[in-house]
């Protein structure tokens, strides 16, 4: 089933008098602000992106203060927000918009898509927003709305049943008002049409939607393909000597990349064994399960103290395990990119003084 021309005129009368309208982002076709949305927005809610949004303007004001910046202080200013290959990809991005053209975004959704971690969707946002391409989105919130509405049922797990529900989205865009069509559609999937208990009675478009009248909105969108998830264990090592601790930088790869955080130990033996002649005590904190996209890690914090007067020499000696790695005071680490349970237990369990 196919909605009626009215379907786009009523998403867009409604945005205009029920939508969102103050959030910071809106009301620009600046491109490097709608970018840094999109990107943030990603996975992320709005009320969370908020704070992140605006300290990211305070320090980078435009794309060429971002390419220029360090990663690190990205990543510093990064931390806790969460999927961290986005911010490695916004730095990446920003470089290139400055190198290859200019400092100025493209100023169409294919070119905007081959820039790095500006997905098709992300780049349909950009060219919408702030170009007024006519093309269409197809984030989370709009997927939800037009399988519902449409009741389609193929399984977007598949990649020829995402490019037939792309067709079809495309197949719905007005000629005119496409911002504010657009908006309306993310604004409808992340109020009204929430993926549980969607409020079907309020929404503008109930009459067209095939879901909602056969009371089957929830079954909605299809995707069967779950992501395996993994197991890891690990004893973290919180080593602390006159008043600082040691962090090492992560690799360029893999789960927080490019973070700092603490050295790490495959199990209690291996950890027992490294340190059986170190000076000092350790102190065992609560264990504690953090759950990423794919992984659900275990972490075992130990804060191992090492006497203030112990040789240097010995400490070196300690340290030299992990060759990637500095001292920080607690100031410092916290203003460093550090991974969000990492933050959590350091602010938590941090020595009074």
């Not at 410092?332 to 938590?348: H, N, Q, S, V």
Request: glycine share 6%; aromatic share 10%.
């Amino acid at each position: 089933m196919k909605p009626p021309p009215s379907f786009a005129e009523q998403i867009v009368a409604w945005q205009r008098q029920h939508g969102r309208h103050g959030l910071p982002w809106q009301h620009t076709r600046d491109p490097y602000r709608v970018w840094l949305s999109e990107v943030m927005l990603q996975q992320t809610q709005v009320a969370t992106v908020l704070g992140y949004y605006q300290r990211f303007l305070q320090n980078f004001p435009d794309v060429a203060a971002l390419a220029a910046a360090p990663l690190d202080d990205v990543l510093a200013l990064w931390s806790g927000l969460g999927y961290y290959s986005r911010a490695r990809n916004l730095h990446r991005c920003a470089q290139q918009v400055v190198v290859e053209h200019g400092g100025r975004f493209p100023a169409d959704s294919a070119a905007l898509a081959t820039l790095p971690g500006i997905g098709r969707s992300t780049a349909a946002a950009i060219a919408a927003f702030c170009f007024g391409e006519r093309v269409a989105i197809l984030d989370g919130n709009v997927k939800r709305v037009l399988t519902r509405v449409l009741s389609f049922s193929g399984d977007l797990a598949e990649a020829a049943h995402e490019r037939e529900l792309w067709a079809l989205a495309t197949g719905l865009l007005p000629h005119q008002g496409i911002e504010a069509y657009t908006q309306g559609l993310m604004d409808l999937g992340a109020t009204l049409c929430s993926a549980r208990a969607p409020q079907c009675n309020a929404c503008p478009v109930r009459a067209h939607c095939v879901a909602a009248q056969a009371g089957e909105a929830e079954r909605y969108p299809v995707k069967t393909r779950k992501l395996k998830r993994g197991q890891r264990e690990h004893v973290w090592l919180w080593l602390q000597w006159k008043d600082r601790l040691w962090l090492q930088q992560r690799p360029d790869t893999g789960v927080w990349a490019r973070l700092w955080s603490l050295p790490e130990f495959d199990s209690s033996a291996a950890f027992e064994q490294a340190s059986a002649e170190w000076p000092g005590t350790c102190e065992s904190l609560p264990s504690f399960t953090h759950t990423l996209t794919h992984l659900d890690l275990r972490l075992h914090p130990r804060r191992w103290t090492v006497p203030p007067r112990a040789a240097a020499t010995r400490v070196d000696a300690i340290v030299r395990l992990w060759p990637s790695g500095r001292w920080f005071s607690l100031t410092e680490a916290l203003a460093c990119g550090l991974p969000a349970p990492l933050r959590k237990l350091l602010a938590a369990t941090a020595p009074a003084g």
